[in-house]
């Protein structure tokens, strides 16, 4: 399993950005998704989850609810965040990753025994200006 991120980079407050994760060694058929982001000296976030592409249910953290959407593109086995609305305190360093499609969205999220399962891209910096 590899996964691949991009898409970061230095916005103005009120922008918009897209970050892909370009998965390989395995498909969206039974895989499940998630983006997290991690500020130095705090605990790294789950912000956004989705199932694999049969459910595609999805789970928001409270932080970014209205904001974000994450999404799969199963045709290039691509899990996208598009980012509305950009804020200084969404300044992170932001991750991807996968596990199988076993628990629930908010538990992928959420729960750091699941995020310890769960296989990892390398981050992507996000940085908002005010």
């Known amino acids: 399993l590899q996964l691949v991120a991009s898409g970061g980079g230095l916005v103005k407050s009120g922008g918009s950005l897209r970050l892909s994760c370009a998965a390989s060694g395995f498909t969206s058929d039974n895989y499940a998704a998630g983006w997290f982001r991690q500020v130095p000296g705090k605990e790294r976030e789950g912000i956004s989850c989705?199932?694999?592409?049969?459910?595609?249910?999805?789970y928001y953290s409270d932080s970014v609810k209205g904001r974000f959407t994450i999404s799969w593109d199963n045709a290039k086995n691509t899990v996208y965040l598009e980012i509305d609305n950009l804020k200084p305190e969404d300044t992170a360093v932001y991750y991807c990753?996968?596990?199988?499609?076993?628990?629930?969205?908010?538990?992928?999220?959420?729960?750091?025994?699941?995020?310890?399962?769960?296989?990892w891209g390398q981050g992507t910096q996000v940085t908002v200006s005010s």
């Open positions: 990753a996968t596990g199988l499609d076993l628990v629930t969205v908010q538990d992928m999220c959420v729960k750091p025994e699941v995020r310890d399962l769960l296989t």
């Open positions: 989705i199932t694999s592409r049969y459910d595609a249910r999805t």
